[in-house]
DNA sequence: AGGTATTCACATGAAACTATTCTCTGAGTTAGG
DNA sequence: TAACTCAGAGAATAGTTTCATGTGAATACCTGT
């Protein structure tokens, strides 16, 4: 079995080419946003503080990767000159790592050499030790926050306001703050002074369309796959599909990955429009699947009550889950929690996109929420085996 | 018939609580000189 | 006397609970015709 896997030639050459982390050597179809980006941060290597930006854009729209390759151009530049400019990137989505004010902060005073416990301090202490290591720096430093949305939303408008605050204690640096969101309203949360502060400019990183989608996966796969595997067919229809859900390139090329792990896997010599359609299917499936699994026992205890549920009921609400979850709580070995708890949980499990519930008011017979599921059957039926897998594994 | 008031069944918000993990500090203990 | 140990106080954080308040429209109830 195993000789004959070594034996038969790969679909591809580089599959890595294909994942997340790969970096190419140059971004297709972002050249306006990273000239205005250069554009913005130029200051900098005149030793002037650049003003703070913001960036916006959907996920899978190059904003991540657009900016990291602008800031590492610019610091190579700069070290080169001898122009003293710093770079530092932190993914405020990272658990444990940066995702709260004190994490977030403790990472970046990590990146100048300065190591915090990881709790049991004082917040204020690590601002401070946090900013005397950013003043021995002696220059110019630039701040990129990815996914900024997750500590605004954790804690409002510290953290922002005290970032503003930091240039004024300075003495020998200067801190310039770049803050990248997929989420259009943040600022709308946020204090107006900070807000003002914060975005002096700012940046949209639009969807890519299927034609500069085309040819992105047209670029990548000239170096993923063997030469000749792929059907012309293929990669206008990655491209479309993705283009659809909003043009993420990152969705795009996972899409094109699984086409490919999808033939390779049936022993067909080429890849072809069929197997796109299988990997479309599949990755939707493998995705869901891995969310549930992932996700804690009371949120799997709710799920499990509701696509029980569903396959009694046409409609129910919130009431019902409940009542039923009662019943189903035991059974993952969890004591029950509230309704508001429940009704939270239900309200998170929907944000993800696996259900929907909508706010729907009976008039007289009170106010509630629907709830649907939005997985198809396939992926349903997955999903119930792993959350039944799961009760079994609590006895 | 038309208008207003009620009422339901939760939604939504805010604050407070619990448990866990971790640091820091100072008191008490110990071993060696 | 210096080094070590250890308990207790304080913080941050995640996950909840408790308490309080909000809400949209189908119905019940009332009014005047």
Redesign the pocket.
């Known amino acids: 079995m195993f000789e004959t896997y070594l034996r038969r030639d790969s679909l591809f050459a580089e599959k890595g080419a294909l994942s997340d982390e790969f970096r190419p050597q140059a971004l297709l179809h972002r050249e306006r946003e990273q000239k205005m980006l250069a554009n913005v941060l130029l200051p900098a290597l005149r030793g002037d503080k650049p003003s703070n930006l913001f960036i916006y854009g959907k996920t899978g729209t190059g904003k991540t990767i657009g900016t990291r390759f602008v800031c590492s151009e610019m610091e190579s530049f700069a070290r080169e000159k001898r122009l003293p400019l710093k770079v530092v990137y932190v993914n405020a989505q990272l658990?444990?790592v940066a995702?709260?004010?004190?994490?977030?902060i403790s990472t970046l005073a990590s990146h100048f050499g300065v190591t915090l416990?990881?709790?049991?301090?004082?917040?204020?202490?690590?601002y401070k030790a946090f900013s005397s290591a950013l003043d021995t720096q002696k220059s110019l430093v630039l701040i990129v926050i990815d996914e900024i949305d997750n500590v605004v939303r954790?804690?409002g408008n510290e953290l922002l306001y005290n970032l503003m605050r930091i240039n004024s204690e300075l003495k020998s640096s200067r801190v310039s703050i770049i803050g990248i969101t997929n989420d259009l309203n943040l600022l709308k949360q946020v204090d107006s002074r900070v807000r003002s502060s914060l975005s002096e400019e700012e940046l949209v990183f639009a969807p890519y369309d299927a034609t500069q989608l085309s040819d992105i996966l047209e670029a990548r796969s000239s170096v993923a796959f063997q030469p000749g595997v792929i059907d012309q067919s293929v990669i206008p229809k990655c491209a479309a599909y993705a283009a659809r859900e909003h043009g993420d390139a990152r969705r795009a090329l996972n899409l094109l990955r699984m086409a490919g792990e999808v033939a390779e896997r049936s022993g067909a010599p080429r890849i072809d429009a069929t197997h796109v359609d299988m990997a479309v299917e599949k990755l939707d499936t493998e995705t869901a699947v891995e969310f549930v699994k992932n996700q804690?026992?009371?949120?799997k205890a709710v799920l499990y009550t509701i696509i029980a549920l569903k396959e009694t009921h046409p409609d129910f609400?919130?009431?019902?889950i409940?009542t039923k979850y009662k019943a189903v709580c035991p059974l993952f070995g969890?004591?029950?929690?509230?309704?508001?708890?429940?009704?939270?949980?239900?309200?998170e499990l929907a944000s993800t996109g696996i259900l929907s519930?909508d706010?729907?008011?009976?008039?007289?017979?009170?106010?509630?929420?629907t709830i649907d599921l939005l997985v198809n059957n396939q992926t349903l039926v997955k999903i119930s085996a792993t959350l039944r897998a799961e009760v079994v594994a609590a006895y």
């Open positions: 658990k444990k995702d709260t004010e004190y994490r977030l416990p990881a709790t049991g301090l004082p917040t204020g202490k690590i954790k804690c804690p026992l009371q949120s609400t919130t009431g019902d409940y969890q004591k029950c929690l509230t309704q508001r708890r429940v009704s939270d949980l239900i309200n519930a706010v729907v008011s009976k008039g007289r017979y009170g106010r509630s929420k």
